[in-house]
């Protein structure tokens, strides 16, 4: 008789006051995660683990989960953008004016001088200006990846056979080890140049080592030196 894989599994707890999702997967270790805006927990775990085993385990990390859902609480949320003439938009970490100019021609996004110029209907939704801005951002960063990934490939010595960008509410990037897929966030068009460099390395490396353990730390002591300095930036900013 074929054995039925064993599917996922959803809860919530409160651990030591603190509320926590937990998904149960089939992995093998319980990872933690507190992620922004509201430095909310997800915790990972094995589907064989008990739940006296995860409230052992959230509790001698509480620490380390209010220290960083501190530093979420001190950092400004920033305002829903609604794409008019004024507001500023960030690429590349350079911070640039925005210009709406009102057309019945097909939208588009371009830049002109030192702003951005967004060509849409006047009776178009901020809804459907963030739509025509993020597919801007997509070609911008799309036209980016190449030279970047292939520059990093050489560095750390492995391909990847594929990559995707996508937008992600919690991950930089991520990488599937069996697949050898390097998926990128869509706001990395919005970071700083050595960002997207630091996260492509970064996934790469899972590519060596699966884990984040002393292994992969080693690699990327190799690899990128300045990666604990790119990643503190990066995990003090928020996934705007």
């Not at 869509?186 to 996260?199: D, Q, S, T």
Request: aromatic content about 10%; proline content about 5%; overall charge positive.
């Amino acid at each position: 008789m074929k054995r039925m894989p064993r599917k996922n599994v959803m809860l919530d707890l409160v651990i030591a006051g603190t509320e926590v999702s937990v998904e149960k997967k089939k992995i093998k270790n319980m990872y933690i995660r507190v992620t922004p805006p509201d430095g909310q927990v997800r915790l990972t775990a094995p589907l064989s683990v008990s739940e006296d085993a995860m409230r052992m385990f959230v509790s001698s990390h509480i620490r380390w989960i209010k220290k960083h859902q501190q530093r979420f609480a001190h950092q400004p949320v920033p305002a829903e953008g609604k794409y008019v003439t004024g507001e500023s938009y960030l690429i590349w970490g350079q911070s640039y004016p925005l210009e709406v100019v009102y057309s019945n021609g097909k939208n588009a996004v371009y830049f002109s001088g030192q702003k951005i110029v967004l060509h849409v209907s006047k009776d178009s939704t901020p809804q459907q200006r963030t739509t025509v801005m993020n597919e801007w951002y997509r070609e911008i960063l799309k036209a980016a990846i190449p030279p970047v990934l292939a520059k990093c490939e050489k560095v750390v010595g492995v391909k990847a056979l594929e990559w995707r960008v996508k937008k992600m509410r919690t991950r930089w990037g991520t990488c599937n080890i069996q697949k050898r897929r390097v998926w990128l966030n869509l706001h990395l068009v919005k970071k700083a140049p050595e960002c997207l460099e630091y996260v492509i390395i970064h996934e790469l490396v899972h590519l060596l080592e699966k884990g984040h353990n002393d292994i992969f730390k080693a690699y990327m002591d190799r690899f990128y030196p300045d990666w604990r300095r790119v990643k503190y930036q990066l995990n003090n900013q928020l996934l705007d």
